[in-house]
C-alpha cells in the first residue's frame, strides 16, 4: 500500500516562502507515474496545484501559481517537493500530497480523479 507522508506546512507573512515535501513508501520504484500537489480551502473544492512526472521530470502547474511555486523530486529519496515563493493570504489551504495510478497517462494531470493515494496534508497559512 503506497503511504505519502506530507511536511513542511506553516503560517507565513504575505510574500514569504515555505517549502512542503511529501515521503512515499511502500511501492515498488517506477510504479507511481506522477505525483502531485493539491490544495483544499474551507468552503472550496480540492484544486490541483501542480504535478511532475517521475520518469521526465516534466510538470505541470495551476494558473495561479505559475511563476511562484516549483514542484521538483528526489527519486532516490522518493520525495517531492513544492517550494511555494511570493505566497499571498488566498494560498492558504490544506495542502496535499497525491500519487496517481499505476497505468495513469501524463493527460490533465491536475486532476484530483487521476490520483489514487493521498497524503493527510499540511497546513499553509499566509497572513496579510
Known amino acids: 500500500q503506497v503511504q505519502l507522508v506530507e511536511s513542511g506546512g506553516g503560517s507565513v507573512q504575505a510574500g514569504g516562502s515555505l517549502r512542503l515535501s511529501c515521503t512515499a513508501s511502500?511501492?515498488?520504484?517506477?510504479?507511481?507515474?506522477?505525483m502531485g500537489w493539491f490544495r483544499q480551502a474551507p468552503g472550496k473544492e480540492r484544486e490541483g496545484v501542480a504535478a511532475?512526472?517521475?520518469?521526465?521530470?516534466?510538470?505541470a502547474y495551476a494558473d495561479s501559481v505559475k511563476g511562484r511555486f516549483t514542484i521538483s523530486q528526489d527519486n532516490a529519496k522518493n520525495t517531492v517537493f513544492l517550494q511555494m515563493n511570493s505566497l499571498q493570504p488566498e494560498d492558504s489551504a490544506m495542502f496535499y500530497c497525491a500519487a496517481s495510478f499505476r497505468y495513469g497517462t501524463w493527460s490533465s494531470p491536475l486532476e484530483a480523479a487521476k490520483y489514487a493515494y493521498w497524503g493527510q496534508g499540511t497546513q499553509v497559512t499566509v497572513s496579510s
Open positions: 511502500g511501492y515498488i520504484p517506477g510504479y507511481i507515474p506522477y
Open positions: 511532475i512526472s517521475t520518469n521526465s521530470d516534466t510538470t
